[in-house]
């Protein structure tokens, strides 16, 4: 109920300033990525997680239309649980949500269109989702989705060499993260009595893309 | 008289004991158990050590490798290897004395000290030959098994995510420190084996001191806060600080150095008592 | 005469137990020594200390005209020992027990050896078969091969017959007495077969609630003691009447129905037997023999009161 009623108020406020239609704008930037219909790369991951020291890793990435990624690396690597097109994901099952144009923004120096998207149906993992899609372009330049399971993730992408193909040079993902506990029952470290140091909520990860094989 | 003689003399003893492969047995089986219930389960077991970050973050790679894999057998090291060492060892003096060839091997043309000089020796190259064979299986079949890859270590502040080609020396460094720890064990061992004249006796007091040192090194009261960093049961997991980042070295120089220094205790305490001791049995 | 072992007011005390209250004897180079005493006088706690297994608390001890406290090593290199039951690395073989004493002689010793000294004990064929599964005899041979492993000058034996056949008693005493006259070696032997020491030893003692009762020549000390004679006549009683009544013989007894035994100075002997031939009886044979068993237990009785 309480949901239906921001629905209505925001869509009502906003409806004034509905000069642009969210739904065009995102069919403009899934028609550009979607003409990828497999890609292979070669990504340099490097975390930056409260509790954890990683260094950066390489790994591999392939991608076959609609929805199979995969990432295969020789090191252990970390990457956000749902993945880095859940943002594609969402947009592409357009009856599910409802999409509402917020204005323009500047991003990374880019005029950006802000679509916010709030699902129709509670069962939905994910309660709302933001993005930023780059005006002239149309490509995505940044992402935010609040999930019920994994909390907020936000992604920006950075356009180099592939940008005719809405492939990304860089993203830079945040993802929010629990205050690390030791599991009990795992054999530790038990005679330190080190200070636990203070953590943060964010962790970050930069994914850097090269070697790009496209279709 | 060459002391090599000698050592070579307890080592075919110890070699010649059935109960010297209960240890080696022992840790064949035990190494081989883990292992097989890692193959089995050992994702569920690493979704349990990740637990904190799996709900926002997704590990990929071979997490699950043979240096995991060895690394977590080495855990053993703290409880049980300690054990399958003073079994052999806490016999070396208190053994002979039980079967009589005590007075017979005193009174050869050797000294006491070098009696026990030559029993330290081998009972220290024991050790080494129980720590070079748990590693030869923790590392020989895990990675024979899982592969190798990165090494993933929970500590009490986080996970450490060690890359391959920076294992190898941690390993070597790890092994060493904890041959030093049980060999600390051997030797307070054999220095027990000299007060008793039965087997079981000195065995079951080392294992009963490792215990009691361990409850008061984990028991979080502030009485025992200045003893605890003088226990050698404390620094005997020392060889886990290999296994962090920021390399620790200053702890670890630490732990290596209160080792030694029960070394030279239990080593004086053997040695002046067993120099003064009645041999009556 | 060399002095090879002089021990001197030697005293022990376990906790409040005197053990050894003033221990004195000397075992010259070439000795058979009897070293007697009975069950707790001290024997097992000197002959320790004598081989630096325990520390006495006063004494002197010199093996070899040498201090022990200041030259143990050298001295144990020239001493070969069997000290109570021989004991032995069980899960070892015959052979490879030996080889362990063999490397902490103070001279190489090889395998050679090993095995001839094996073979003049009786067990070369059995040199491979672990210890555990040996007999007490087989033991106690295995003991003997590992005292003469290291060619000692002298030879510490304690109980060296104990579990042995009477075969067995016999090569044992006839290794002692070889080891004596052919290689000078002087032996110290303790044993409860006291009949065997008065045959081989030629020098003893005997020690009772810690100290020396009695130290000298073996043939010395047991002429000075009754004989014990055993007489066959053709009329005993008649002999056993005239024994107690001429010559105050009271310890005249029926060993058998052809035997009668008694205790008598051995100069007296000659006598005894022209007085019976004068009273017609007719002897079929006299044997008489000096007891060590008799004098010891005498000894340790007389110590007593």
């Not at chain 1, 860089?170 to 005679?191: C, N, R, S, Y």
């Not at chain 3, 000692?152 to 075969?167: A, N, W």
């Not at chain 3, 009762?213 to 008649?238: R, Y």
Request: proline share 3%.
């Amino acid at each position: 109920m309480k949901k239906i009623s921001c629905l209505f108020l925001l869509t009502w406020t906003l409806s004034f300033l509905q000069a642009q239609d969210p739904q065009q704008i995102l069919n403009a930037a899934e028609q550009k990525y979607a003409r990828v219909k497999k890609f292979t790369a070669d990504v340099n991951i490097a975390s930056d997680i409260p509790a954890m020291k990683i260094l950066p890793a390489q790994a591999t990435i392939s991608y076959v239309a609609p929805n199979n990624l995969e990432v295969t690396s020789k090191s252990i690597i970390v990457l956000p649980k749902q993945g880095f097109r859940e943002i594609q994901n969402i947009i592409s099952q357009k009856n599910k949500y409802t999409a509402i144009y917020m204005g323009q923004e500047i991003i990374n120096g880019r005029n950006s269109h802000l679509i916010t998207l709030l699902p129709k149906s509670d069962a939905e993992d994910w309660i709302m989702a933001k993005i930023w899609i780059d005006a002239a372009e149309s490509l995505i330049v940044q992402s935010q989705t609040t999930t019920k399971s994994s909390g907020t993730l936000k992604v920006i992408y950075l356009y180099n060499s592939q940008k005719q193909w809405a492939l990304p040079d860089q993203m830079w993902i945040e993802v929010d993260v629990q205050k690390f506990k030791i599991p009990k029952g795992v054999a530790t470290d038990l005679h330190r009595n080190r200070e636990t140091q203070n953590q943060g909520t964010v962790g970050k990860i930069q994914l850097t893309f090269t070697n790009y094989k496209v279709n | 008289m060459n002391p090599f003689k000698n050592v070579y003399n307890e080592w075919v003893k110890i070699a010649a004991k059935p109960r010297s492969y209960l240890g080696v047995g022992a840790i064949t089986v035990l190494v081989a158990v883990i292992v097989f219930a890692l193959k089995a389960d050992g994702l569920s077991f690493i979704s349990f050590v990740t637990a904190s970050f799996e709900q926002t973050l997704t590990f990929g790679g071979n997490v699950l490798n043979g240096n995991l894999v060895a690394f977590i057998v080495l855990q053993m090291l703290v409880i049980h290897v300690p054990l399958l060492v003073a079994l052999i060892t806490g016999d070396l003096i208190s053994g002979e004395s039980a079967m009589g060839t005590l007075r017979l091997l005193l009174t050869h043309p050797i000294s006491r000290h070098q009696v026990l000089a030559s029993k330290y020796m081998a009972g220290a190259m024991y050790t080494a030959f129980i720590v070079v064979w748990l590693g030869i299986l923790a590392i020989g079949l895990g990675r024979g098994l899982f592969g190798t890859g990165d090494l993933m270590v929970l500590n009490s502040d986080g996970l450490v995510i060690i890359p391959e080609s920076d294992i190898t020396w941690r390993y070597v460094g790890a092994f060493a420190v904890a041959f030093l720890a049980l060999n600390t064990v051997a030797t307070l061992s054999i220095a027990l084996s000299c007060f008793s004249d039965n087997s079981v006796g000195p065995i079951v007091a080392t294992m009963s001191i490792i215990i009691l040192f361990t409850i008061i090194g984990t028991l979080d009261v502030s009485i025992f806060d200045s003893i605890r960093p003088f226990l050698f049961t404390t620094h005997m997991a020392s060889w886990r600080s290999f296994f962090e980042d920021p390399f620790p070295m200053d702890e670890i120089s630490n732990s290596v150095w209160v080792l030694m220094i029960h070394h030279v205790i239990f080593w004086a305490i053997s040695f002046f008592y067993f120099h003064r001791k009645d041999i009556t049995t | 005469m060399s002095t090879v072992v002089s021990v001197s007011h030697l005293q022990k005390k376990f906790g409040s137990f005197q053990a050894l209250q003033d221990v004195n004897f000397q075992v010259h180079a070439g000795d058979v020594f009897g070293f007697l005493g009975p069950n707790g006088a001290g024997k097992s706690t000197a002959m320790r200390c004598m081989l630096g297994l325990i520390h006495a608390d006063h004494g002197d001890i010199r093996l070899f005209e040498q201090s022990l406290t200041t030259n143990k090593v050298g001295i144990l290199g020239r001493i070969g020992n069997i000290i109570e039951k021989p004991d032995f690395y069980k899960y070892l073989s015959a052979e490879a027990n030996l080889k362990i004493f063999a490397r902490m002689a103070s001279q190489p010793i090889t395998t050679t050896t090993i095995h001839e000294i094996l073979d003049f004990v009786g067990l070369l064929d059995r040199r491979k078969d672990k210890v555990k599964g040996f007999s007490h005899g087989m033991r106690q041979r295995l003991g003997i091969a590992q005292t003469l492993l290291a060619d000692p000058d002298l030879i510490v034996l304690d109980e060296p017959t104990t579990g042995l056949d009477p075969q067995g008693i016999i090569d044992v005493r006839k290794l002692i007495l070889r080891l004596k006259e052919e290689k000078g070696k002087t032996i110290i032997l303790s044993s409860h077969q006291l009949q065997e020491v008065e045959m081989i030893a030629n020098r003893m003692v005997i020690i009772n609630h810690g100290h020396t009762v009695i130290e000298g020549e073996v043939a010395t000390l047991l002429n000075a003691q009754d004989c014990t004679v055993k007489m066959s006549t053709d009329n005993n009683p008649k002999a056993q009447d005239l024994l107690q009544t001429r010559f105050a013989i009271s310890s005249v007894q029926q060993e058998n129905q052809d035997i009668i035994q008694f205790s008598v100075k051995k100069e007296k002997i000659p006598m005894i037997i022209e007085v019976c031939v004068q009273e017609s009886i007719g002897i079929f044979e006299v044997e008489s023999k000096k007891q060590l068993e008799n004098y010891f237990i005498q000894m340790i009785q007389n110590e007593s009161i």
